[in-house]
């Protein structure tokens, strides 16, 4: 069965950076555009950014654009964010997420989800 | 910056239904930006209920139904269940590779 399992969440200080996995299982990665996907606490969810099939093409959300980049191992079943310059706004759950197509286009949406992982940005 | 609303808050009685609706500060809300809607519970991920307007995900039962009303993308949610109580989302594709999320609605079942 698909399963996503996101990790590398941790408490940072402001200004920092951090990188964050989504390992894919039950699926071939390369087949399926991805995404991010966060949600501050109490807050609603956060589209952040997508990556088509083969990492060609990627967009991000105005609030972490040239701050957080996206990108994909096919090889080794991994979806990544890098997160950089991090601000105290940053802080929430980071869920990655499956497309339903392999190609990002209008239908596009997000089929399957992971558990999570959290990010605390505090000094 | 455009901007996709939800109700915050909505309440129906068990055995009832109720639409929860999602729309576009800027516009209309038509199937080409695709709509589609999320379950979450406390501590949980969200769950896929209904894409692409309405076409409904697997194993989500015929209970809810995706629709275009007007200038709004709906989910109506009919004979309404104890455990339909979560925060449902609302996602629009804005077209240039991006989604929004409308804020959510909390549904209460009492």
């Known amino acids: 069965q698909v399963q996503l399992m996101e990790s590398g969440g941790t408490v940072v200080e402001p200004g920092m950076s951090l990188r964050l996995s989504c390992a894919a299982s039950g699926f071939t990665l390369s087949s399926y555009t991805m995404h991010w996907v966060r949600q501050a606490p109490g807050k609603g969810l956060e589209w952040l950014s997508v990556t088509s099939s083969l990492g060609d093409f990627k967009y991000y959300a105005d609030s972490v654009k040239g701050r957080f980049t996206i990108s994909r191992d096919n090889s080794k079943n991994t979806l990544y964010l890098q997160m950089n310059s991090l601000r105290p706004e940053d802080t929430g759950t980071y869920y990655c997420?499956?497309?339903?197509?392999?190609?990002?286009?209008?239908?596009?949406?997000?089929?399957?989800w992971g558990q999570g992982t959290q990010v605390t940005v505090s000094s | 910056q455009t901007m996709v609303s939800q109700e915050p808050s909505f309440s129906v009685s068990p055995g009832g239904t109720v639409k929860l609706t999602c729309g576009l500060g800027?516009?209309?809300?038509?199937?080409?930006?695709?709509p589609s809607w999320y379950r979450q519970t406390p501590g949980q991920a969200p769950r896929t209920l209904i894409y692409?307007?309405?076409t409904r995900s697997s194993g989500v039962p015929d209970r809810f139904s995706g629709s275009i009303l007007g200038n709004k993308a709906a989910l109506t949610i009919t004979g309404a269940q104890a455990d339909d109580e979560a925060d449902y989302y609302c996602?629009?594709?804005?077209?240039?590779?991006?989604?929004?999320f409308g804020g959510g609605t909390k549904l209460t079942v009492l």
């Open positions: 997420a499956r497309d339903f197509w392999g190609r990002i286009k209008t239908g596009g949406f997000f089929e399957y």
């Open positions: 692409s307007t309405m």
């Open positions: 996602v629009l594709y804005m077209g240039g590779g991006t989604w929004l």
């Open positions: 800027s516009g209309s809300v038509s199937t080409s930006h695709s």
